[in-house]
Each structure stands twice: as structure tokens, then as C-alpha cells.
């Protein structure tokens, strides 16, 4: 008859069937279910890899400049080094450098050497005339070339030392997946092998008796196994590696054999098919008898009777994830469930590991189902005339029609209900494939064909607006702060781990990635709206002046842009910087969740709710709309209720009593006493205070080209600034910082720290030469004056740092006491020193305890 060969096997009823009924797993709404898998996942091991093998492998370690890029003063075009003080005349031509070689001579009054792009600088010169711009005269008696050129800016078409890159800057980050441009980077690095995480072996696994090969013919009622070659394809464009495990047959035995087997060799098997509650849907009950289920029905359409679970082999768990067998279903479930945790395993941090999420207008009504909510295949298309992304559905959405996916590259969210999403409806869409030139519809009916000159951005929204929407936050967060005068830099900076001055460095390095560099003094005008000394004069805590004027600031205006006062920013370089210092500032909220909204809303007038707030306005206004929750989730790094639940805490009755106190004083927390720490005990780890410990600051930043001042010592700063971030944890407060300056000699390393002991210094700490270098000598310096050395320290100071990056072992610190004072050397790099400090944090604070009591 038509059932021959197909249900049930051997043509025959077979009344001992079981039926199961209703599924013992609960259906938990996908977002609980992704948040376990996510929990569950965690980076592989570290493996290095071939530069050239490294493409699409996330990076393990941060990659930092070695040496200072470029090291030496170069030339940006071809044209004639000049000394800018001989300009305008007439110069005799005495040399010529190309790239590669280096100057003969050093260029004197009335000279100059022909230079070539890329070549070094001679000495004496100071700017650089581009060809164009010369007129050749005739040989002077000496039968040089002589040229007459025009006036020059010192400084002109010169890539000073360091400008693209400083030692220690980190130019890659971990977790970083490596392109072609981040191939680029390292190898500038010199770095032919890089430390990347190992890239997950993943198992893919088709059940069904129904099933055959693709290469294979069909047998009476079998359809062909299309889920297994889309698995695999899935799992290789996220780069792991693919193991075959096969079609199998509807058996116990076979799959258990296959499963178990599989599981000692692979980090996660993706299987489709047999976890439903037919009679020959045995994945569940296995993978209940091998592990852990987290779970085994999800609230959703299609995929609903997805099914997790960790199995525990070789010292950790593997992942197994028994997918639907329909193969929309499949691929559905993989790209939204399964895909965050292969990026996880491949080191991808868990704020990339799932796909963006935008709004999108349907333009067409979307039926509902009444029971789950339902991912919707769509295909987005932005439309340039109206600023907006479009959602047109694929058709119809039954979970065996493999063509809706074809199309697509989106999943719409759709509701459960019984009403249609109707036309011009916004809804959140998954975005799992970029947008090809086809989805980029012309901005005018006008026009011939699609623009693609603009920026590639992951989904519609164009980078330029991003800019713009971050910019606009950023000036409202120092607008705010420019209202909060009454709030000083230090209380500011032990509540929240950030101060106006912070701003200002990070503006100041989001200019110099922008491409226009300026002196800290100028970012520090932009972010006070007037000089930094003057701000101090009228606003430093401990004057008797009036603390509430301020200076106005237009959030709709882009800040001023301090050093290009006369040149009109036509790259948006003001635009680029203030984006970038929100980033920066959003960063550093998502690093320290150990800070509470509460606390920094008190002090600066401003949280993460009111960034998020900002940043949507900001969006709102180049028109990008999205909902506030989403916002948020930009700002928290993930969303604003996992973020409650798993850091908030409650403020207790004393602490809320004195924020009420400050508030109506009208000066903030610098009502409190300045000698106390402002520590808050309910909030995270708080060491003890201590506070009839006297602590007086030296630093001595150990630099030949800072002394020299040759760039500016950032290092020395980073020591002061993290030492005060300890406040808030129950140091006492830090009292006078000294700070000295030298070069990498011994006796001026001796000399500066005698001197700072006689100031009375307490804790002296050093920065800079800990390395190989041959002028690497602060360890020999320090050595030689210890009374008594503390390997103690040491070794906390190289097991803590060892955990970011695995060459801090190369350091050579030193660490011991003088008298009733410690001493402590760390190295050069601004990162460093944070990582050395705060890895010996507590050890400090009862050294310093221990010695003075």
C-alpha cells in the first residue's frame, strides 16, 4: 500500500509503542535560554598560530607597540627639509635621503636636504616643502642646487616620534576577531606569531529514518538531509572546525554510541532532529542519562522544542545542542542560540557574542501566532530617501519551507497575540547576514543605481549617525558636569572611577585617533569650557570663592575645537572625538559595575540611565529610532535587567540619609570631611580604612625621551590616578604627591628617590626600565638601595599581572623598604602600571600599615 516503506518500520503496527504526552521541560522565554548557554560558555585555550593562518582567529592577548611608531621623525611627502627659520629664501640643496637610508648630515643656516616619503628626518630640519612648491634657481658656486621656497609651520608634513603608535599603546585588543586589517597591524608589529584562542571542533549530527544523503538516492518516503550541509556551513562561518558525525538512523543505541564517542574528541555536537515527543525521539533521554538539561522547550516559532545540555568529558563540559528537525527551524535556533556560545568558545566577548539588533518598519501587515512569539524571516533593505530600515517578509513562514530563509537575512520579533502587526509597524529585527548593495535602495527615484560610498556599518545605520547620536551624549554628560561645579575632580574620581580630567584624556585620545593631536591642556579647556588653571582658581575645593557659576554649554553645538582654532574641521574631526570619548566613557561604566547608579547620580548628576537617555535623543535626532531599552543595552552591555539583578544593590538607610544631606547643602559629596575615605562597605570588595595612616606619594617616571621632553609622561600620572582610585575601596586618603623626572641613569634614579624620602614619602613607586632594554637599569638603581627587600611583593605583582598578558613576566620589578618607607617598581606602560598596582592593592595598604605602626 502507499505506507510500504515508511511508517511504521517493517510494515507492521507494533502496539508497545509509547506515546509520551505532555513534555516535562518547562518553555522558557528564548532570552532565559540564551542567557544559560551563554553561562555556560566559556573561551578555549590559548594556542599560538602563523601570522599568516591567524585570519578570522580572535586574539587571546592585547598586541602592543614595542617601540614607539614611527621611532624616528619622518617625512610625509616627497619635497626638501628645511629649517622652518630660514623660510622663505633661498636654500642650497647639501643632501639627499631616501627611504630606507639614513641623513649624512646635519642641515646648518641656508641649507637643505631633498627627502623622499617615508624617509628620516635630517637633524636641524624642522619641516618639510612638498616638490610643487620649490622653484629651482641656478647652482651656487659650490655647484649645489639652489631652490627658493616659501614660508613653512615647524612641524609641516612630519610624522613626529610616536605619533601613529607609542610603546606599550595596545593597537589590537584581546577578543578582538582578527581581520585583514588587524593582519596588517601585527605584522607592523613585527609579531609573526600571534596568541589566539583555539577555535572550537564542532559536531554535526543529522537523526532520522526518513533521511538520506544528499549524494544518495531517495528510498521510498525519504526526503533529502538538507540540515546537516547547513549546520556544517553555519559552523565554518564562524570559523570552527567541522566534524562529520553523519545521518543517523532513529536508534537508541546508535545515537548513544554515536554521542558518546563524539563527545571525547569535539567542544560542542549540534544535532537536528529526534526532540519532539514522538516515539522515536530519543536525543532528551539521552542527553538526561550523559548530563545536564537546561533546558528542553523554548517560548518560540520556530524551534520550540530546541533542547541543551552540557555533558561533562575530559575536566569540563561539551555542549550539545539537539535542534529541530525542520530545517527552518535549524537554522533559526543555531543562528540565535547556538552561534553566542561558538563565539564565546573562540574567545569573542560576550558583548559581540549575539547578532545586532535594530528597528525596523514592516511594510507589509505581519500575522501573529496566538500562543508564541515567532521570528519572522525578513529581508531589510535601507532606505536611503527616508532614513529608515524596512522589513519585507519572505512569505509564507511554515517551519519546513527552507526557501523563507533564502531571501532573508533578518528576524523579525513578532508578539504572540491574535491581531496583525499592521503596515509601517517598528519592530526589533536580528540581523544574522550584512546587507548586500542590493538592500540599499536609492535615496531618489532619480537615481540610476545604489550608492555604496558610504561606511560599512553591521546593519543599517550608518557610522556617520552613530557619530553624531555618541557626540551629541557626550556633550550632555559635560554639560552636567559643568552644571555640578560644587562636585570636585577627587570625590568625583573615588565615587565613580572617573573625573572631568579623565574626559578630557580620553577626548584627547579619541583626537589623536580622529588624526589631530592636541596637548592635554587643550582637551582639558573643552571638556572645563575655559583654562584648566582658571577652573581651579574659582572651583578647586579649599577656596573661598563662589563654586556655582559655571560655564553654559549648547548640547546641540559641537565643543570647541581647541588647537585647529583657525581651520575649519572639515573632516568632523571635533564630530569623531567626542563619539569616540563616549565610547570611552560608556567603557569604563560597563568595566566598573562595582559602581552604582545611585552613587554616580548623586555626586555628577548623571548614570548609565541618563547616557542611555541621551544616546537615544542623540539617535532620535539624525533620525534613528530605537526604544529605550535598547539604548541601554548599548550603555550596560547587556540588558538593563540582567545588568539590575546581577550587580545593583540596595543603598543602605546612612548612605541614602547623606546623599539627601549633600544634595540640599547644595556641594555635593565634598561636604563630607576630606580626610575620610568615601568608601561605600555594601558595594563589592572595600578593604578596611585606615585612618590615622599617613600616606605622602613619590613617583619617579624613569624615561630618556620624557626627560628629554621628548613626548609627554603619561606613565607618572597613571601611578597618582590609581593609587586615589583606591579611596573608594577604604584607603585613607592620599596626602601630598611628589613626582620627579629623570632619565635612564642610576645615579639620577638614586638621587630622585633620596630626595623624595626626604619629603617624607611614605610609598615610593617607580615607573619605567623594568625591561631588557640595555638602558633597562631601575631594578639595579633600586636594588642597591633597599634595606630590605619584599619578594613578597614581587611575586604579586607578576602572578597578578601575568592573568592580562602573559610577556609581564619579562618584567624585572623590585620591591622592598627604606627606613619606614616601601618602595615598589613597575613598568612604563600607562596599562601596566594599573595592573601592577591594583594586583598588590591590598598588600600596599598593610605593608604601609605594618611599617608605620
Known sequence: GPWAGCWPPNNCWTPAMSYPGKSPFPMLPIEDCIEKVMDASAALEVEAVPLAGALGRVLAVDASAARDIPAFPTCILDGFAVRSQDCPGDLAVVDEVTAGAAPKKELAAGQCCYVTTGSQMPAGADAVIQVEDIEEKEKNADGQLVIACRAVKVGTAIRQVGSDSQAGQVLVHKGRKLTAAEIGVLAALGMHTVQCFRRPRVGILSTGDELHDVKDQAQGCQVVDSNRPMLSALALEEGCELVDLGLLRDDYDTIRDKVQGALESVDVIVSSGAVGRGSKDHLKGLLEELGTVHFGEMRMKPGKPTTFATVPRGGRDRLVFALPGNPVSAFATFKLVVLPALRLLSGIPKSHARLPKIQAEVDSDIARD??????????????????????????????????????????????????????????????????????????????????????????????????????????????????????????????????????????????????????????????????????????????????????????????????????????????????????????????????????????????????????????????????????????????????????????????????????????????????????????????????????????????????????????????????????????????????????????????????????????????????????????????????????????????????????????????????KSLILTVPGSPGAVKECLEAVEKLLLHAMVLLQT
Open 370 to 819: 496566538p500562543g508564541r512569539p515567532e521570528w519572522h524571516r525578513v529581508s531589510i533593505r535601507w532606505d536611503q530617501a527616508n532614513n529608515k530600515a524596512v522589513a519585507s517578509s519572505t512569505g509564507f513562514q511554515r517551519s519546513s519551507r527552507i526557501a523563507s530563509i533564502a531571501e532573508a537575512n533578518a528576524f523579525l520579533e513578532v508578539p504572540a497575540g491574535s491581531e496583525e502587526v499592521p503596515k509601517g509597524t517598528k519592530r526589533p529585527a536580528v540581523v544574522f547576514s550584512a546587507l548586500e548593495p542590493e538592500h540599499f535602495a536609492p535615496a531618489c527615484n532619480s537615481c540610476s543605481k545604489t550608492d555604496t560610498s558610504g561606511p560599512v556599518t553591521v546593519g543599517p545605520v550608518p557610522a556617520a549617525k552613530l557619530e553624531q547620536a555618541e557626540a551629541a551624549a557626550f556633550r550632555c554628560a559635560v554639560a552636567q558636569l559643568r552644571e555640578r561645579q560644587d562636585v570636585s575632580n577627587d570625590a568625583l574620581f573615588r565615587v565613580s572611577g572617573f573625573s572631568r580630567n579623565c574626559l578630557a584624556e580620553w577626548y584627547r585620545e579619541a583626537r589623536e585617533e580622529a588624526g589631530h593631536s592636541i596637548a592635554l591642556g587643550d582637551a582639558q579647556e573643552v571638556i572645563y569650557g575655559q583654562p584648566y588653571d582658571e577652573w581651579k582658581k574659582i572651583h578647586q575645593v579649599g577656596n573661598e570663592v563662589d563654586k556655582t557659576s559655571r560655564v553654559e554649554l549648547d548640547c546641540k553645538a559641537p565643543l570647541p575645537l581647541r588647537g585647529q582654532r583657525d581651520e575649519a574641521d572639515g573632516n568632523n574631526i571635533g564630530l569623531r572625538a567626542e563619539a569616540g570619548a563616549f565610547r570611552r566613557l560608556v567603557a569604563h561604566f560597563r568595566h566598573r559595575v562595582d559602581i552604582q547608579n545611585i552613587d554616580i547620580m548623586n555626586l555628577a548628576g548623571f548614570c548609565r540611565n541618563c547616557l542611555s537617555k541621551w544616546y537615544k535623543k542623540g539617535l532620535h535626532d539624525v533620525g534613528v529610532e530605537v526604544e529605550l531599552d535598547e539604548a541601554r543595552e548599548l550603555v550596560y552591555g547587556m540588558p538593563y535587567a540582567d545588568w539590575k539583578k546581577q550587580y545593583q544593590t540596595s543603598a543602605t538607610a546612612s548612605q541614602l540619609e547623606a546623599f539627601r544631606k549633600a544634595a540640599c547643602s547644595g556641594k555635593a559629596l565634598t561636604a563630607f570631611p576630606p580626610n575620610q575615605p568615601l568608601a561605600l562597605p555594601s558595594r563589592g570588595q572595600v578593604t578596611a580604612a585606615v585612618p590615622s595612616l599617613s600616606i605622602v606619594v613619590g613617583v619617579v617616571t624613569v624615561s630618556d625621551r620624557a626627560s628629554a621632553g621628548v613626548y609627554e609622561d603619561r606613565s607618572g600620572p597613571a601611578v597618582v590616578d590609581c593609587l586615589r582610585s583606591f579611596g573608594w575601596r577604604g584607603w585613607p586618603e592620599i596626602g601630598a604627591v611628589h613626582t620627579e623626572l629623570v632619565s635612564d641613569s642610576i645615579p639620577q634614579i638614586k638621587r630622585a628617590v633620596r630626595g623624595l624620602l626626604q619629603q617624607g614619602c611614605t610609598l615610593v613607586v617607580t615607573t619605567g626600565g623594568t625591561g631588557f632594554a640595555q638602558r633597562d637599569v631601575t631594578p639595579e638603581a633600586i636594588q642597591d638601595l633597599l634595606e630590605r627587600p619584599a619578594p613578597g611583593l614581587v611575586h604579586a605583582v607578576l602572578s597578578g599581572t601575568a592573568k592580562h598578558n602573559e610577556l609581564a613576566l619579562l618584567s624585572r620589578p623590585v620591591a622592598g623598604t627604606i627606613g
